[in-house]
């Protein structure tokens, strides 16, 4: 399974990338989400973690294009904004599942107990 990790935190970027292949997954590290399609990166992967502490307008036209590129693309939103009204504008916007940071691995990773939604998408779990 290949990740893509847009995160704008270094440490956490670092963090997730190296525990993710812990659990045996390929994981291309973003810092920024204009790297996300300078190699035309999220087309290829096969679940996406997006850092979306910010929800500019840029940030969510992001999340959109990602969506527009690829239907079927399962995105986990990490995020800080608590407020009810910005979590439905992050789903509103193509995000399949959202964590608020700050989090723990656990709540993130496929196994064994995330979000349902997110699970699914990645092949853990029964299908809906």
């Known amino acids: 399974m290949h990740l893509l990790i847009a995160e704008s935190d270094p440490a956490l970027g670092v963090f997730l990338k190296t525990s993710f292949e812990a659990e045996r997954y390929a994981v291309d590290l973003c810092t920024d ?3 996300v399609f300078a190699d035309r990166t999220a087309p290829k992967c096969d679940a996406a973690i997006l850092d ?3 929800l500019s307008d840029e940030s969510l036209n992001l999340l959109r294009q990602i969506r527009a590129v690829q239907e079927a693309l399962p995105i986990l939103v990490l995020t800080s904004r608590a407020r009810p009204e910005d979590r439905v504008r992050i789903l509103d916007s193509g995000a399949d599942d959202l964590v608020l940071k700050p989090f723990a691995f656990s709540e993130v990773s496929p196994a064994p107990s995330p979000a349902a939604a ?7 779990g029964p299908a809906p």
Not at 118 to 124: C, D, I, K, L, S
């Open 33 to 35: 989400g204009d790297c």
């Open 52 to 54: 979306l502490n910010t």
């Open 118 to 124: 997110w699970q699914t998408a990645v092949g853990y």
